[in-house]
């Protein structure tokens, strides 16, 4: 009759809907989960999480003092280290540093004069200036991120102003300090960029002037003729600071002159 039921049917279909709507309750509650697990950035604690999140490791990364400072592949680019530098190539040597000639180089050995040492060298290229400087430095850290924070601190006590900015070397110094009396107007500034690079155990620091402080194609000229210095550190044990000894070239390339200090 019609309205007979076999009962083992009717549990047989009840039983294969319950199982299918579990699989399906079950499929929808690991979605759920695995959305619950992904933060978005519409949740506002989420978005909070991550703004105050994000600038501490920034911060972490970027305040180490001792941490070393150069371009990425400054072992091919430059500045070279003595070890990394072509032996055949014509550099006028002059003690801590070896400067390869180019046309137009001009050539300046500032000299201290109390003891009559040299203290560093000016180069005269393409409008600008650029003085220079080699230190001793630890093998596994570097000077140059706590020595940028004391220039910035000496030039605001003489009355000037610093502005860091990164620039092909890495971290760099925009400065403009004050004319002193008898060097020009009262009241007037120079600019000049202070950039410097971390080597193995020794520092090259530079200071550029003139077009290469404000023109981008001077500065090119400039940025080149620094990454072309060679640095020799020597074997002999220096502290961390101490200035390479520099001295007078044996083969002058150019004009060469001495200049007080």
């Given at each position: 009759m019609s309205d007979n039921v076999n009962p083992d049917t009717r549990s047989s279909t009840?039983?294969?809907?319950?199982?299918?709507?579990?699989?399906?309750?079950?499929?929808?509650?690991?979605?759920?989960?695995?959305?619950?697990?992904?933060?978005?950035?519409?949740?506002?604690?989420?978005?909070?999480?991550?703004?105050?999140?994000?600038?501490?490791?920034?911060?972490?990364?970027?305040?180490?003092?001792?941490?070393?400072?150069?371009?990425?592949?400054?072992?091919?680019?430059?500045?070279?280290?003595?070890?990394?530098?072509?032996?055949?190539?014509?550099?006028?040597?002059?003690?801590?540093v070896k400067i390869l000639p180019r046309e137009g180089l001009h050539l300046r050995l500032e000299i201290e004069e109390g003891s009559k040492r040299v203290v560093a060298i000016g180069l005269d290229y393409a409008g600008s200036t650029l003085q220079v400087q080699p230190f001793a430095a630890p093998r596994s850290s570097g000077l140059w991120n706590e020595i940028r924070t004391q220039i910035a601190d000496q030039i605001a006590k003489q009355g000037g102003s610093t502005t860091p900015r990164e620039g092909p070397f890495g971290p760099e110094l925009v400065a403009e300090i004050p004319v002193a009396a008898g060097q020009g107007p009262s009241g007037t500034t120079r600019l000049a960029r202070f950039i410097g690079v971390d080597g193995p155990r020794w520092f090259l620091r530079g200071v550029i002037a003139g077009e290469g402080a404000i023109n981008p194609k001077a500065a090119a000229a400039i940025e080149d003729l620094f990454r072309s210095i060679v640095v020799v550190r020597g074997s002999s044990p220096m502290p961390p600071r101490d200035l390479i000894p520099l001295r007078m070239p044996a083969t002058p390339a150019g004009s060469t002159e001495p200049t007080g200090a």
């Open positions: 009840d039983t294969k809907a319950d199982t299918k709507a579990a699989k399906k309750a079950e499929k929808a509650e690991k979605k759920a989960r695995k959305n619950a697990a992904v933060p978005t950035v519409t949740d506002e604690s989420t978005a909070t999480d991550l703004a105050e999140t994000a600038p501490a490791e920034v911060d972490e990364q970027t305040e180490d003092p001792t941490a070393k400072s150069a371009p990425e592949n400054r072992d091919i680019d430059g500045p070279l280290d003595e070890a990394e530098a072509n032996p055949v190539r014509p550099y006028v040597d002059l003690g801590g």
